[in-house]
């Protein structure tokens, strides 16, 4: 028998999930190695083909989501980087647009550029808007920019200028200059990064891939080396941030297409799951030991953006204010984030008002009862004082807890300032982490104009099931599912990716008067280099399936949106679709005089697998909770109850809240007047009442 591996790395526990020809599931779940990502996978894979009886021989493919790009920005730990721009334009990655995330915050600062001034240099060469050289390349001074950034110890450097997805002439002869003065060095040309319009926007892609491509390089190299010495020599493929896969040289020369990795992969095992149980409309949410994180699914489709911000901190507010980060203009699942799980700090401001998070105790020392040295209380240490998690032990039964020392902690730090006993203080902190949840589940559905109400919330992660009955009710949505393996599915959602593509070109045309012909065979070229990408990647003809999209807008608007079109169908097919695409995110269209222009065309290249990716049913790792009941307290009005601790077996029968269903990798909470049950799929299908929240 063969299997198929997958390594999710998070902030504060590395998943790892493998899956065998018949369907066979086993799961792990380890502290993350900060500092040394790769160890925890080499180690936790060691473990659990130990546990599981697997042999390193019988791995087909390694699937991984990493965090590595994303922290290398963050961390601001990038490579060394130069940028060779064209002549009086190398400050338009400092001046950026006039996206403010703070309208009235006087005090808010840019981030420092990834490239210093003084690594930004200009060379003379001009090409207008249609492609035109108006300039040629003064090539003497392109070597003479070259010599100066390697004189500076430079380890990559980006090409951008202006116009050069018109024509990519100038660019890729500085990147000839680069590779006969540096052979080796890693170059990234614009025309290859985004070949698309808007001068900052692709400045800002091809500097940060500029900025990793080193960093991962190394990363990746290394990883490959220990999983071979560990006699895995199966091919490694990465998570893009739009949630395709793609192998790992390919994601060592486009970085950028793996910064937000992980959290893509779960949103991508939502999808897979709602097809299977027949559910059109599903939201995703993903709590974890750091962070917590949104999507939609709509109509059986990820809902992607176009671009988003790294490094500007994480997502409290509006998704309407944007501009705090690191511009990328690239395909991504369309995931909204705050800083709240399972080790997020609880504390109180200079107020005395209690607060939850953003800061983190992370893997390291962890909660409070984690006994690691940490004193200040954590949301998993509230929820261990109100009863909703194992008093002795976590992840069953590897991880003991010391649930006294969390009472102690939140008595000490957070319910003797505030006058509160010790349950309500914790319930209180459980109530505002919610809260603060919530506000990412709004950003993807109420402010992109969907009511969450009709949708049903995908909950997993070690965290997310603790809490999504609570917020779901809170929320006026009715229905919650719970997946198998819960707390490690977005490894499992690895597993259920494919291989993905994804091309782009400008291409500004208006759409009333446009020859059919033209748009066909414009969506064509792009498909045809699609699909011999593909076929590069092993794949034949018969198992390559290409999608076909565009972004268009109002004439005169600085943003546009996205829509879908097949083979054959004209302009006017897309600019109504574009109409009523506008009309649902913003609640209005313009009227049918209205020009409408196409600005990039898009192709979405996947390839098939020989197989289905993951069986009809899953059967996880089953644990027997070691109590039958326990008290657990549900705020001031329901107060400590005594409730139910079951195994996700036992929910074959439907049961009525409160009870807790405790597994290897999470725990779920059914509140109060809630009912529980399995459905077909093994899914934990919870159906809310109207009631007090619990």
Same mark, same amino acid.
């Given at each position: 028998?063969?299997?198929?591996?997958?390594?999710?790395?998070?902030?504060?526990?590395?998943?790892?999930?493998?899956?065998?020809?018949?369907?066979?599931?086993?799961?792990?779940?380890?502290?993350?190695?900060?500092?040394?990502?790769?160890?925890?996978?080499?180690?936790?894979?060691?473990?659990?083909?130990?546990?599981?009886?697997?042999?390193?021989?019988?791995?087909?493919?390694?699937?991984?989501?990493?965090?590595?790009?994303?922290?290398?920005?963050?961390?601001?730990?990038?490579?060394?980087?130069?940028?060779?721009?064209?002549?009086?334009?190398?400050?338009?990655?400092?001046?950026?647009?006039?996206?403010?995330?703070?309208?009235?915050?006087?005090?808010?600062?840019?981030?420092?550029?990834?490239?210093?001034?003084?690594?930004?240099?200009?060379?003379?060469?001009?090409?207008?808007?249609?492609?035109?050289?108006?300039?040629?390349?003064?090539?003497?001074?392109?070597?003479?920019?070259?010599?100066?950034?390697?004189?500076?110890?430079?380890?990559?450097?980006?090409?951008?200028?202006?116009?050069?997805?018109?024509?990519?002439?100038?660019?890729?002869?500085?990147?000839?200059?680069?590779?006969?003065?540096?052979?080796?060095?890693?170059?990234?040309?614009?025309?290859?990064?985004?070949?698309?319009?808007?001068?900052?926007?692709?400045?800002?892609?091809?500097?940060?891939?500029?900025?990793?491509?080193?960093?991962?390089?190394?990363?990746?190299?290394?990883?490959?080396?220990?999983?071979?010495?560990?006699?895995?020599?199966?091919?490694?493929?990465?998570?893009?941030?739009?949630?395709?896969?793609?192998?790992?040289?390919?994601?060592?020369?486009?970085?950028?297409?793996?910064?937000?990795?992980?959290?893509?992969?779960?949103?991508?095992?939502?999808?897979?799951?709602?097809?299977?149980?027949?559910?059109?409309?599903?939201?995703?949410?993903?709590?974890?030991?750091?962070?917590?994180?949104?999507?939609?699914?709509?109509?059986?489709?990820?809902?992607?953006?176009?671009?988003?911000?790294?490094?500007?901190?994480?997502?409290?507010?509006?998704?309407?204010?944007?501009?705090?980060?690191?511009?990328?203009?690239?395909?991504?699942?369309?995931?909204?984030?705050?800083?709240?799980?399972?080790?997020?700090?609880?504390?109180?401001?200079?107020?005395?008002?209690?607060?939850?998070?953003?800061?983190?105790?992370?893997?390291?020392?962890?909660?409070?009862?984690?006994?690691?040295?940490?004193?200040?209380?954590?949301?998993?240490?509230?929820?261990?004082?109100?009863?909703? !998690?194992? &008093? *002795?032990?976590?992840?069953? $039964? +590897?991880?003991? /807890?010391? =649930?006294?020392?969390?009472?102690? #902690? @939140?008595?000490?730090?957070?319910?003797?300032?505030?006058? !509160?006993? &010790? *349950?309500?203080?914790?319930? $209180? +902190?459980?109530? /505002?982490? =919610?809260?603060?949840?919530?506000? #990412? @589940?709004?950003?993807?559905?109420?402010?992109?104009?969907?009511?969450?109400?009709?949708?049903?919330?995908?909950?997993?992660?070690?965290?997310?099931?603790?809490?999504?009955?609570?917020?779901?009710?809170?929320?006026?949505?009715?229905?919650?599912?719970?997946?198998?393996?819960?707390?490690?599915?977005?490894?499992?959602?690895?597993?259920?990716?494919?291989?993905?593509?994804?091309?782009?070109?400008?291409?500004?045309?208006?759409?009333?008067?446009?020859?059919?012909?033209?748009?066909?065979?414009?969506?064509?070229?792009?498909?045809?280099?699609?699909?011999?990408?593909?076929?590069?990647?092993?794949?034949?003809?018969?198992?390559?399936?290409?999608?076909?999209?565009?972004?268009?807008?109002?004439?005169?608007?600085?943003?546009?949106?996205?829509?879908?079109?097949?083979?054959?169908?004209?302009?006017?097919?897309?600019?109504?679709?574009?109409?009523?695409?506008?009309?649902?995110?913003?609640?209005?269209?313009?009227?049918?005089?209205?020009?409408?222009?196409?600005?990039?065309?898009?192709?979405?290249?996947?390839?098939?697998?020989?197989?289905?990716?993951?069986?009809?049913?899953?059967?996880?790792?089953?644990?027997?909770?070691?109590?039958?009941?326990?008290?657990?307290?549900?705020?001031?009005?329901?107060?400590?109850?005594?409730?139910?601790?079951?195994?996700?077996?036992?929910?074959?029968?439907?049961?009525?809240?409160?009870?807790?269903?405790?597994?290897?990798?999470?725990?779920?909470?059914?509140?109060?007047?809630?009912?529980?049950?399995?459905?077909?799929?093994?899914?934990?299908?919870?159906?809310?009442?109207?009631?007090?929240?619990?």
């Amino acid at each position: 028998m063969s299997w198929r591996v997958a390594a999710d790395i998070g902030g504060t526990f590395t998943d790892l999930v493998a899956i065998g020809t018949d369907g066979a599931l086993r799961t792990r779940k380890v502290s993350s190695s900060v500092g040394d990502y790769g160890r925890a996978i080499v180690e936790g894979l060691g473990a659990l083909f130990a546990e599981a009886g697997i042999a390193p021989g019988e791995v087909e493919e390694i699937l991984h989501a990493t965090t590595v790009a994303s922290n290398a920005i963050l961390e601001h730990k990038g490579a060394k980087t130069g940028l060779i721009t064209t002549e009086g334009f190398r400050d338009v990655l400092e001046i950026r647009t006039l996206r403010m995330p703070r309208l009235y915050d006087l005090r808010w600062e840019k981030p420092a550029p990834l490239v210093p001034r003084h690594l930004r240099l200009g060379v003379p060469e001009r090409v207008n808007v249609r492609g035109e050289v108006e300039h040629p390349l003064d090539e003497a001074a392109a070597e003479a920019a070259v010599a100066q950034l390697l004189a500076e110890g430079v380890e990559a450097i980006a090409v951008c200028l202006l116009h050069a997805y018109a024509n990519p002439a100038h660019e890729r002869r500085i990147g000839e200059i680069v590779a006969r003065l540096a052979p080796g060095l890693p170059v990234s040309l614009s025309v290859e990064v985004l070949p698309e319009m808007k001068e900052y926007e692709r400045s800002s892609t091809t500097v940060i891939n500029a900025y990793l491509g080193p960093i991962l390089g190394r990363y990746l190299t290394a990883l490959s080396r220990d999983l071979q010495g560990a006699g895995l020599a199966a091919p490694l493929l990465l998570m893009q941030s739009s949630g395709g896969l793609m192998p790992a040289a390919e994601a060592a020369r486009l970085p950028v297409h793996v910064v937000e990795s992980g959290p893509a992969a779960g949103v991508i095992g939502v999808q897979m799951l709602a097809r299977r149980i027949g559910l059109a409309d599903a939201i995703s949410f993903d709590m974890g030991g750091t962070t917590a994180k949104a999507g939609v699914i709509e109509g059986g489709e990820v809902t992607r953006a176009g671009e988003y911000s790294v490094g500007g901190g994480i997502m409290v507010g509006s998704r309407l204010l944007s501009g705090a980060g690191y511009q990328l203009k690239v395909p991504a699942i369309d995931l909204a984030e705050v800083g709240a799980g399972g080790g997020s700090l609880i504390w109180l401001d200079a107020a005395g008002a209690p607060q939850v998070g953003p800061e983190s105790a992370g893997a390291w020392p962890g909660p409070v009862c984690y006994g690691q040295g940490n004193t200040q209380p954590t949301v998993t240490d509230a929820n261990v004082v109100l009863g909703y !998690l194992n &008093p *002795e032990a976590l992840v069953g $039964g +590897a991880l003991p /807890i010391d =649930a006294a020392a969390s009472r102690a #902690a @939140i008595a000490e730090r957070v319910a003797a300032p505030l006058g !509160l006993s &010790p *349950e309500e203080a914790a319930h $209180g +902190a459980h109530l /505002i982490a =919610a809260s603060n949840m919530i506000r #990412a @589940i709004k950003a993807v559905s109420s402010e992109r104009g969907r009511d969450p109400r009709g949708f049903a919330l995908v909950a997993f992660g070690g965290n997310g099931p603790l809490f999504a009955a609570g917020m779901a009710r809170a929320l006026g949505m009715r229905r919650v599912v719970v997946p198998p393996s819960a707390g490690v599915f977005s490894a499992l959602g690895l597993l259920a990716s494919d291989v993905e593509l994804h091309l782009s070109r400008s291409w500004r045309h208006l759409a009333r008067g446009l020859d059919p012909a033209a748009l066909e065979a414009a969506a064509a070229a792009l498909e045809a280099e699609a699909r011999a990408r593909l076929r590069a990647q092993g794949f034949p003809p018969e198992r390559i399936a290409i999608r076909r999209g565009a972004t268009l807008r109002y004439q005169g608007q600085s943003f546009e949106l996205q829509v879908g079109f097949a083979a054959g169908e004209g302009p006017e097919i897309v600019e109504e679709r574009y109409g009523a695409e506008h009309e649902r995110t913003y609640g209005h269209r313009a009227g049918a005089g209205e020009p409408v222009e196409f600005v990039t065309l898009q192709v979405i290249g996947t390839g098939l697998p020989d197989r289905p990716r993951l069986p009809e049913r899953l059967s996880p790792r089953s644990i027997r909770p070691p109590q039958a009941s326990r008290r657990a307290y549900f705020g001031r009005e329901l107060g400590w109850r005594e409730t139910a601790v079951l195994a996700r077996s036992s929910l074959v029968s439907p049961v009525v809240g409160p009870a807790i269903i405790e597994e290897y990798d999470c725990t779920c909470l059914v509140p109060p007047g809630a009912r529980a049950a399995l459905d077909g799929f093994g899914n934990i299908a919870i159906t809310l009442q109207e009631g007090p929240s619990a």
